[in-house]
């Protein structure tokens, strides 16, 4: 338990996020064994450290040697000569990534099968804000190419450090946004029928290949039995000639046989290896996807709960291709034409709630804004995210838009769905380790974990109380950005 000081009456409305999360953390690199650090060295102050797939640990020593968390506990040594970053009644916590963005991109519009296409190539370092996603703790974004229809592959960047390091996966996921409502269903079916194509394609040429080697196979085992044996002890004349034995042991009639012809005609009988034909670009992914290539997997956006029935009657004939689900509810606009240039108010429309137990039954993945929907033509307000979490999804969160001020609102939106009914633990979990997973990075980001990525986040308080401010953000052990 953390005891805040409370500056201002608002803070009342938080304190139940305050349980179980907040305090200090310490962080050390570690090279050589050396004296123990624990709570004395924090001057009486706790210190927490918040773990998402274990114990939490307060108060908590964090080691990290050449950008990979070592070890993570309490009373841990270290060197003398060890850099120290000590951040009394402070909380870390992995940093947060984004599952699906745009931020910093230019918008275009495309649409139809685009597979070849990779976000990664639109990417310049030196022409996005990192530091807007840096001081919203951000450590790790997930870029998807822009349009409709089948758009191309998402590519993973961290938000800082070196330019070397910062280029993560340029083919991390498949990006998929249909047009639900004007023919992006047959698109998608069409896309996934043409890659089946590609491979049958590719199947027909190696079965013709195999029936051409078994049949030039027989062939010279036939010429091998038309062959008759001759006898190499036999003197006299064949054919008009003296046949003998030559020092090397060979017949001959008055030439030997050359070694090097042997070995060319070695040659001539290998079989050529098989050359598979070049599969289209624009369908390399989808065709990774059916055939279960590892690391395989595509992100499918929906805009309404029907969106999902025609998206599993598409994926019906083909076996569980790994996906997970990006929700774009509507948004809703009221107003008069007194308000031409304005609306009076706004509200998103959302009728997911429809397929949350659908949902929650296969364990879904699912990426959506921390908001408080309404259900449709009524005023009755609806946690879509708690309901999922309930039913055994797991939920990653990313900001209502690709802008610094919906960056900064995304932990205040999500304390007001804990606040609403959300679990706070799973709300924690769905700024780093649910994305993480989601987008094929769980095995490196998400997590405080030995042999994990150091990337770490500071708070001077609890991270779901919207009055506490982002200190530090650590990339691979190193700082990357510090508040003023």
Known sequence: MVAFKPIHRQRRLVRALQASLPAVALVTLLRTPGPALGADDLNGEPSYVVVMTGTDYEPGVVVIEDGKITAIGKDLEYPAAAKVVRAPQQTVMP??????????????????????????????????????????????????????????????????????????????????????????????????????????????????????????????????????????????????????????????????????????????????AFKPPKIDPKYQPLVDLIEKKEGASMMVELDDASDLLHLDDVLEAYDELAHFLFFKPRLERFGSERARFGYRFEYLRSDFYHVVDRLGKRKARVVLSPLVHNLPDTTFRYNLMAELVRAGCEVSVVPRRDSRSELQRLRARLAELVRAGLDKDKALESLSLAPARAVGMGDRLGSLEKEKDADLVFFDGDPLDPHSRIERVMILGETVWEAD
């Open 95 to 272: 940093g947060f990534v984004l599952a699906r963005s745009r931020f910093g991109l230019r918008g275009y519009s495309r649409s139809g099968v685009n597979g070849d296409q990779k976000a990664a190539d639109e990417v310049y370092l030196d022409e996005i804000d990192w530091r807007e996603l840096l001081e919203a703790g951000v450590t790790t974004i997930s870029y998807v190419p822009d349009g409709k229809g089948v758009t191309g592959s998402a590519a993973i960047f961290r938000t800082g450090g070196g330019e070397e390091n910062r280029l993560l996966k340029d083919d991390a996921f498949l990006h998929v946004a249909p047009n639900w409502s004007s023919g992006g269903k047959k698109t998608l079916r069409d896309a996934l029928s043409k890659a089946a194509q590609e491979i049958e394609k590719v199947e027909k040429a190696r079965k013709e290949w195999e029936e051409k080697q078994e049949a030039a196979k027989k062939k010279k085992v036939q010429e091998a039995n038309k062959e008759k044996p001759k006898d190499e002890e036999k003197d006299g004349e064949e054919k008009g000639g003296t046949w003998r034995r030559s020092s090397a042991g060979n017949r001959e009639n008055g030439k030997e046989e050359k070694p090097a012809e042997k070995n060319s005609d070695k040659k001539k009988s290998e079989p050529e």
